[in-house]
């Protein structure tokens, strides 16, 4: 894959996308030496106002159920697939995959959310492996968990996000106690 060959540096504002000149680009947030990665789709509105991922509706959620089990968000590394919102520009879409690539290194559990990013690292529908643990030939860990978007269970079933959410604490547990 072309991902070594991207100048992904031509300029020190993470904000400005290196490929087509966008000024929404949010850069990843959270603990950098975390165990555990989440990559969502795309930054949303909010998202591009205050500049760090998953401060959305998606985090929100996320938080909140992380929050009732004892847990922190913001021990965690977060990040999107795409940088910025999405467009036609398959650079831009190479410079995100090549940064999640990067950040994926040495974590311990990377959690895929939405359909896109678990088809994209996985070839997986997430309709048939949410909450279930994934492998991915692009992404070297040993537990990668398929989630839907959280948000989703403001459109559908709020047993989906539930599930997920549970299969995520659950190996957050066990992290724990490695």
Known sequence: MPWDTIETT??????????????????PSGNKDSLVLFIGEYPGNEEIIKGRPF??????IIRNELIH???QFGQYRVMNLWRHPPNDNLKCFEIGVKQCLEEAKNRKLIVLIGSETVKYFTNKKVSEWNGLLVKSSMLNCDKILAMVQ?????????GEMKFSMQRLIHYLQELENE
């Open 10 to 27: 031509n300029t020190d504002d993470p904000f400005i996308c290196t490929v087509c000149g966008s000024d929404d680009c949010v850069p």
């Open 69 to 71: 089990a004892g847990y």
């Open 150 to 158: 959280p948000a989703t269970a403001f459109h559908s079933s709020i």
């Open 55 to 60: 401060i959305g509706r998606t985090g929100t």
